[in-house]
Every structure is written in C-alpha cells, then in structure tokens.
C-alpha cells in the first residue's frame, strides 16, 4: 500500500535540502531532496502557469500530479484554482518535501485548514498506477467513491547533461500514464484536461511523436503547444496542454515571464499546427544596407514559430527579411521601425537600430583599432557587440572596445552583428 502524507500534517524534519525562491515572496523557503533543486519549477513560472490555466473550462475534481517532485507547481495549481490536489512521487524523501511545500504554500495564504486542504494529499508511490494510488486515497480521505480528477498534470524526470534524449527515457513514460489514468479522467467540454510538461530539448519530430502517443489514446484530443522563457535567449520550459485545458483555435502560446515579479506575462499566441511544420522563418541571404535596420529577436521567442505572428502585431511592414534564424540571436532586417510602445512587447527584442556603417574586418583584438576609428566617425560612445565569438575571445574584443571608446566622447549607442557567412561587420546605432 502507498504511503500517504497529509501536508497539513507532514514536519520538515529529516529534509535537509531548502533554499528560498528568489521569484516568491520574501521569506517563503522551499523543501527539496534527492539533488530536487534543479529540477524545481520557479514559483513565479509555476504561478503564471496555474493563473492561465484558470481561463481554461477544467470539469470537476482534483488536481492531480502523478511525479509531483518538489510539488511546487501542484502547490500553486491547488491555491490558484482552489482545488484539493492529489500528488504521486516515488522518492520517499521527495514525497515528504513535496507535502511540506503544499502546507508551506498554504500557511502562507491563510488556507491550512480550507476545505480544500482536508483532502489534500501526497502519496508515495508509482504514479502509474492510477486504481492503487485512486484506492488509498480514499481510504485516507474517507470518500464514499473514488475522487474526479479534474486535471493531470505531468513532468516526467529526463536524463539530466544531456542535449539529447528519447521519448522512452521519461519516466514515468507518457504512454504507461496514459494507460493508467485513462479511466479516472473527468471529461470536460474539450474530453479530459492534461498538462504535460515536458523537455524543451525536444526535436520537432519528438514533439510530433508525443501528439501520436496521446493520439492513441485520445484521438484528436484538442492541442495548445506552450514555450515558456525567462529570459537569455532560452526556451525554459515546452508544455503541451490537453483536452479542455487547451485553448481552443489556438495551436501555440509563447509567455515571457517579466523580470518583475508580480508583472504580466508577455503572451504570443496563434500559429499552426505542428503538423504543418515547426513554423520557423526561413533565412534570406541578402546584402546589407546603410540605412536599413536591424532587430534582434528573442530566441525563444522563434523556437515557438510564433515570432511572425508576432510581427504582424508590432510592423506593418511586408518586405522583413530573416538574416539569421538559428542560435541566440535571431536577426531580422526591415525598412521601418518596430513598434515597440507596449513595454511587453519591447521585451522580446533584445536589441533593434539603424545600420549607419559597414565594415569588412575580421571581428577580432588586432582589429579593434581600425573598428573604433569606424565608430568615432558615427559619434559612438559606446558599443555592444551581438555577434558570435569563441568565449574566450569575445570578452576580450569587447573589453578592448570598452576601454578605447571610453576615453572618447561619443554619444550615441550602439550595437554589432555579422552579415551571416562573411567578414562584413554591420555596425547599427540604438533606436
């Protein structure tokens, strides 16, 4: 029989890993084990989740985890959506943090003894097995009938170090959950509601390949596909929302978490299919053009293949051409400015300008001289360079620069790119 823990009840005492989250209120100390830090959700991403996810139309019932971890993103489900939560986890240790951060979360919002927290409940067990863990819980709450799950949510682990890795390596596995919970899922408006947090190193085809194993299990079961980014260039997170937790006619969210907490999200959505292709741009080989501008992208941002809806949004403007679609620094190349008066929107560019000269240089120390001499003309005072370099050489081509311009009086800013294949140095003042 799983054991069963009841938050409300559960002491810290034996857990030895905690560390506060620098995205929750002030004070507020998460519990981890087994290494669990890493792998935590930031509660700041995990409130936004829980906070779009209350638009959706979930049926009743409880929230449902099956492989809880920490149980931090289980805890801001429960308190955002009001809901009692059930949670799975197979590590003992992680089990016990799990149900002390639910009563930690719910101390702090004056809810430890909230109706929903009397059945409240986080199991040790496998969260494959959806009539065992269904059963003891129960039997602990009391219930005359098993409990409706109004929503699954899952984050199987994944080798960690590695770029790279197959679908059979989750664990649990996608399809053995499915198997399990299959028949204790609510139907909703939209069939049963799943949230399935998954890796965001996942290929294209990997992605197709997780719409074929809910496919058999559900087939034709309503799909929204969501890229979460912090920030750096990074997709932070990949989801894929399910059922009557997706959002209907919209195929791909992008949210950019804000650097301020408390702060909206910056939400892209729209897109196709995934069936229809990945939705990236597809880069334009052409010469560069004093005068022209330059925007650079956030990376994640274009991962999502929501970057051209985006730009419908904030440019008019129908001869953008893609310079570069792949790695950090997505670059486009445009006419007119972008308009970027809604502060949201400005985050996702991580720099924008006009090019006022061009220079063919190789982009190194020895070179640092001539370049300056280029930006003294243009009256630059400083200088950012965006293009890429070996790690150990960039910081010391910008320093070089850096220390140069800083003896001069330019005053404008600046920024650098690479025309794509070539020595050709755009040099593009800030707008």
Known sequence: MPEVLNPANTSNEGLTESSPDSTAPAGLVFYHASEGKPLATPWQVALIRSQLLSYASLPEGIILDCACGSGIQL?????????PALGVELN?????ASAYNLKTIAEQRNELTSERMATTRILVGDGRDGAGILSSFQDDVGLAQPPKIALLHLDPARPRNSRTHGLEEMAPRLDEVFEGWLPFLEEGRNG??????????LTHDQRLAVEALVDLTWPGLLRTWVWTSRGRGRVDRLALWLGSAAEEAVARRFVRVPPTLGAEPTIVSGGRRLMHG???PIEVNR??????????????????????DWLKRVSKEENIAWGVVEGRRPQIHHDHPLRLEDPADRLLVQATGRVVALAR????????????????EHDIGRLTVRATLPPEVQPKVQGAIDRQLGRRHGRRDAFLVQQPGDEMLLICVVE
């Open 75 to 83: 805890a801001a489900h429960a308190s955002v959506l009001q809901r």
């Open 92 to 96: 003992p240790n992680r089990a016990q």
């Open 192 to 201: 049963p509601s799943l949230l399935l947090d998954l890796s965001p190193r």
């Open 278 to 280: 990945s939705g990236h």
């Open 287 to 308: 010469p560069p053009r004093r005068g022209e501008r330059i925007s650079i992208l956030d990376a994640a941002l274009v991962e999502s293949g929501l970057a051209e």
């Open 361 to 376: 240089m190789p982009l190194a120390v020895a070179h640092v001289d001539r370049l300056v001499e280029v930006l003294l």
